[in-house]
């Protein structure tokens, strides 16, 4: 398994933006497609964005389409969230995760990834 690291998070204004970061040690990060989750207070995990293993692809969450993209640093082992127009509901504990198979059909899924990270906070107030 790959090791993830989330970074990045913390308390920003509605209409603000942040970036996150997912650091990637262990196995070998290139081979493994990767994926952003939240969980907000009382919900349950939802999907966000995922990418490809060549990074050529991109998916998202109807939500947050237009505002926010996911990239991916192959030789810094790195994921990103660039976050922008943040809205309150926006609000949750982001996690990064990692996974060996996936595929446009699977990759919205929880159950898909194989690895994640212990999360970071995402705070927009008013």
């Known amino acids: 398994q790959v090791q993830l690291v989330e970074s990045g998070g913390g308390l920003v204004q509605a209409g603000g933006s942040l970036r996150l970061s997912c650091a990637a040690s262990g196995r070998t990060f290139s081979s493994y497609a990767m994926g952003w989750f939240r969980q907000a207070p009382g919900k349950e995990r939802e999907f966000v964005a995922a990418?490809?293993?060549?990074?050529?692809?991109?998916y998202y969450a109807d939500s947050v389409k237009g505002r926010f993209t996911i990239s991916r640093d192959r030789a810094k082992n790195t994921v990103y969230l660039q976050m922008n127009s943040l809205k309150p509901e926006d609000t949750a504990v982001y996690y990064c995760?990692?996974?060996?198979?996936?595929?446009?059909?699977?990759?919205?899924?929880?159950?898909?990834?194989?690895?994640w990270g212990q999360g970071t906070q995402v705070t927009v107030s008013e």
């Open positions: 995760a990692a996974a060996s198979y996936g595929s446009s059909w699977t990759l919205h899924l929880a159950r898909t990834y194989d690895s």
């Open positions: 990418i490809t293993v060549s990074g050529g692809t991109t």
